[in-house]
C-alpha cells in the first residue's frame, strides 16, 4: 500500500518574504479546510495506515524548493489555485489583490518572487508505504 499527500501549513514559505507568493499558498491550505480536508494531511499518514489495520508504514518526506523562474514549484502554486479557482469562489475566498485564476498567474507569481529575490518552497510532500504480509 502506497500512499502520497502533503502538507500545504508552511506559514513562511518564501524567504526573504515575497507577500504575493505567501497569500496565495496560504489560500490553498485554506481551501483545503473549507472543502473538508485536513492541508496537513502528509503528517496523519502513519496514523492513518494504523487506524486502517495496516502495518506501520515507511515514511518519507522532501519540500521541493525554488529560487528562478525554472522552477516547477511555481506552476505547481499557480495551477492549483487556478485548479480550485470554483472551490475558492464558493467558499468566499479570493486571491490576494491583482491576482487572477488565469494564464497569467505563473508569471506574476514568478515575477513577484524574482522582484522579492525571494527562495520559495512547495508544500511538503511524503510518501508512505507499507506492505501487509
Not at 499558498?25 to 473538508?36: F, H, K, M, T, V
Amino acid at each position: 500500500m502506497v500512499f502520497h499527500e502533503i502538507d500545504l501549513t508552511n506559514e513562511y514559505s518564501s524567504w526573504p518574504p515575497s507577500p504575493l507568493w505567501d497569500e496565495s499558498y496560504l489560500l490553498l491550505a485554506e481551501a483545503y479546510r473549507r472543502g473538508g480536508t485536513p492541508p496537513d494531511f502528509g503528517r496523519r499518514l502513519t496514523r492513518t495506515f494504523l487506524d486502517a489495520g495496516l502495518p506501520s508504514p515507511a515514511v518519507e518526506c522532501l519540500t521541493p524548493v525554488g529560487a528562478d523562474a525554472s522552477s516547477p514549484v511555481i506552476r505547481w502554486i499557480a495551477d492549483s489555485v487556478r485548479s480550485l479557482a470554483p472551490m475558492l469562489e464558493r467558499t468566499g475566498l479570493t486571491l490576494p489583490a491583482g491576482l487572477t485564476a488565469d494564464d497569467t498567474l505563473p508569471d506574476l507569481l514568478e515575477k513577484a518572487v524574482q522582484e522579492q529575490g525571494s527562495q520559495i518552497q512547495g508544500p511538503v510532500q511524503y510518501g508512505a508505504w507499507a506492505r501487509r504480509e
